[in-house]
């Protein structure tokens, strides 16, 4: 029973001391390039509303929820995604602006996926909502945005995948096919079946002109030249929109400079109903899950009463960490904090010194010694716990200092520090 209470729930873990650091690290990295694309803060509730995040808003399944109820009956759920928390807030608190709103966030999602899938149930993101700007300078912008944040990582090898939901939507309204008929199609692409999409198709009663359009999903991927090749197959207004308005965006990341990591992947469907336009994952070395995800979302403001076109993009911070770790890029952090140790006759100048440390903003930690340890034991505790130093008041006056970094030792007066 007591081992049991030292475990935690499938798919949660703890997050402690060095890693810990590195994850707060990369956080403050990744927060630091939103704030130079002014970027603000907002904060939503862990937990909301299960209205909030049903299916109709693009979010998890309902079986994928951790829902509970209040005291009034109200079924509650930990939030399985922040953006539509967001645009609840925007619809609240921004209803009348019509000018860009730019909001940013971290936090944690839940869902509660298949225990045999091995996915972390927890997850923490950091990411931003571009709000009120439908232009495809946003979507550049946008992506711009998420480059720079690998850069700020000191990630160098990654690419961003983009795909246009419109595409697709223009060929089946083109094709006019059934509802169900779509969503076979649709699955099979998703899944990479061009084999049984083959098959199915030549059950539809479609020209063969629609049929080599849907089959060609297979190879529309790569480089901008791909785009003119997406663009000979299809005839409807829609789909050709789709392909210019990527055009835009790829011109204007090349105003960027970042052309060399963009690539486009026009069967990237995922999240059809959530997403209405460009959509984007971003991946690199060391993980086999993209890293990044986002998109455009025009219809989900609407839901909460304001109509406003947005896109937006979420990192998952622990997929950052494998893939930066297996790269052997290092996440450095910072070993400032000091031990200030004392026996129980010097209290009263330890603790005048320890205030006096933290006024100027050094990080102590004041330890009354024991007689029952050791100099040694504590030199070895401080080395342990990534302290950068120990001072030990001899008397009054005296300090033996303990560089820890530097394995050297010093004798100093109280007054010197």
């Known amino acids: 029973m007591q081992d049991k209470l030292l475990q935690t729930p499938d798919g949660v873990r703890d997050t402690y001391d060095i890693e810990c650091k590195k994850k707060r690290k990369i956080i403050n990295q990744l927060h630091h390039v939103l704030e130079l694309y002014s970027y603000h803060d907002i904060e939503t509730p862990t937990f909301e509303f299960f209205d909030i995040?049903?299916?109709?808003?693009?979010?998890?399944p309902?079986?994928?929820?951790?829902?509970?109820f209040d005291r009034d009956n109200n079924?509650?759920?930990?939030?399985?995604?922040?953006?539509p928390s967001i645009a609840r807030c925007v619809a609240k608190y921004y209803s009348k602006e019509e000018l860009p709103i730019r909001l940013c966030y971290t936090g944690n999602t839940y869902t509660n996926t298949l225990k045999l899938q091995g996915k972390l149930k927890e997850i923490t993101q950091i990411g931003a909502e571009l709000i009120n700007d439908d232009s495809s300078a946003a979507d550049a912008e946008i992506i711009a945005t998420v480059i720079d944040c690998f850069i700020e990582l000191g990630i160098s090898e990654f690419q961003i995948e983009i795909g246009q939901i419109d595409y697709f939507k223009g060929l089946v309204a083109e094709s006019g096919i059934s509802n169900e008929a779509e969503l076979q199609i649709r699955e099979?692409?998703?899944?990479?079946?061009?084999?049984?999409?083959?098959?199915?198709?030549k059950k539809l009663d479609l020209n063969e002109k629609l049929k080599k359009a849907f089959m060609a999903f297979d190879s529309l991927f790569g480089g901008e030249n791909m785009l003119d090749e997406a663009e000979k197959l299809v005839s409807n207004q829609v789909s050709l929109d789709a392909v210019n308005r990527l055009r835009r965006v790829y011109k204007a990341l090349c105003y960027y400079g970042y052309e060399k990591y963009i690539g486009f992947d026009l069967s990237m469907l995922n999240g059809y109903n959530y997403y209405t336009g460009i959509i984007f994952r971003g991946y690199t070395y060391g993980t086999g899950n993209a890293v990044l995800t986002g998109g455009r979302y025009n219809n989900l403001?609407?839901?909460?009463?304001?109509?406003?076109?947005?896109?937006?993009?979420?990192?998952?911070v622990e997929e950052l960490i494998m893939a930066m770790n297996r790269q052997n890029i290092e996440i450095e952090v910072s070993y400032s904090n000091t031990v200030?140790?004392?026996?129980?006759?010097?209290?009263?100048?330890?603790?005048?010194?320890g205030m006096n440390l933290r006024s100027k903003g050094r990080k102590i930690e004041l330890i009354r010694k024991s007689h029952r340890k050791s100099l040694d034991d504590y030199v070895a505790y401080a080395k342990r716990e990534h302290f950068s130093g120990?001072?030990?008041?001899?008397?009054?006056?005296?300090?033996?200092?303990?560089?820890?970094?530097?394995?050297?030792?010093?004798?100093?007066?109280?007054d010197k520090l």
């Open 390 to 414: 120990m001072l030990y008041l001899k008397d009054e006056k005296t300090i033996t200092v303990y560089d820890l970094l530097n394995d050297e030792t010093s004798e100093v007066n109280i």
């Open 53 to 60: 995040f049903n299916r109709d808003k693009g979010s998890a």
């Open 340 to 353: 200030v140790l004392y026996d129980i006759e010097n209290q009263e100048p330890a603790i005048g010194l």
């Open 301 to 316: 403001l609407k839901q909460f009463g304001k109509d406003a076109p947005s896109i937006g993009f979420a990192f998952s």
């Open 62 to 68: 309902s079986n994928e929820m951790y829902k509970f």
């Open 188 to 201: 099979y692409i998703n899944i990479k079946n061009f084999f049984g999409l083959e098959e199915y198709l």
């Open 75 to 83: 079924t509650l759920v930990l939030r399985p995604d922040i953006t």
